[in-house]
């Protein structure tokens, strides 16, 4: 079956740090890749996506590349700020499954803290 | 334009009760996805219906049903229900293709006591 993992979280940094949080899939197939955000006591908003091998997704400078090889799309970014605090959820989702089929698979979440 | 709008934003009902889930889906989408998340967890696929029929189910038990309404609005069902169902109901919609987006609601947090 489709699966992502995340890794375990919660990430505390400091303003202005690096940024890395690993994911990896399992799918049959060749999937799309997201990255979501959860602010408190909101829903998902897609931060960024990719759909093919190689591409890269990126948004509000975050980064995430697709590896087929490794199968990893792993989030970066080089500087993070205290309104990045959230928590972030890889996600994928296999094309053309089924007629009208949509169906995203998430990885359990990673919290993220940025204090000043 | 509106985003995708879910009623009621929280709900606590008793164990044994059923309960009803409204989602309004982005205006033109005719897609619309249910997920629940537990506390800590990430979102688990419940369902997905496209013009009218059901396109995909999840592994959730049959207390748990949904259906799509002409003007593409959704309602989640679940009976009978668990403390274990405590949690929030996310609906998501999009237009249908290969590389669109899915758009969520703000949830619906339910309680169940």
């Known amino acids: 079956g489709n699966s992502v993992t995340q890794m375990e979280g919660p990430v505390t940094l400091s303003e202005e740090a690096f940024l890395t949080i690993n994911c990896t899939y399992t799918a049959t197939g060749y999937p799309s890749l997201f990255w979501y955000v959860q602010y408190p006591g909101e829903g998902l908003q897609l931060l960024l996506k990719a759909t093919k091998a190689d591409d890269k997704g990126s948004n509000k400078g975050f980064e995430a590349t697709y590896r087929k090889e490794t199968t990893s799309f792993h989030l970066e970014k080089g500087s993070v700020q205290v309104s990045d605090s959230a928590v972030y959820f890889c996600?994928?989702?296999?094309?053309?499954?089924?007629?009208?089929?949509?169906?995203?698979?998430f990885g359990k979440g990673t919290k993220l803290s940025v204090i000043p | 334009d509106a985003g995708v709008t879910q009623s009621p934003t929280h709900l606590i009902k008793t164990r044994g009760q059923q309960v009803t889930l409204r989602c309004s889906p982005i205006s033109g989408h005719k897609s619309v996805s249910w997920y629940q998340q537990v506390l800590g967890q990430g979102p688990q696929f419940i369902f997905q219906y496209y013009e009218k029929e059901e396109r995909g189910r999840g592994n959730f038990p049959d207390r748990f049903s949904a259906r799509q309404f002409p003007n593409y609005s959704s309602e989640l069902n679940v009976n009978a229900l668990l403390l274990g169902d405590s949690a929030l109901y996310l609906c998501a919609s999009s237009l249908q293709g290969q590389n669109t987006e899915a758009f969520f609601g703000q949830g619906t947090r339910l309680t169940v006591v």
């Open positions: 996600a994928l989702r296999i094309p053309n499954s089924g007629a009208g089929s949509y169906q995203l698979t």
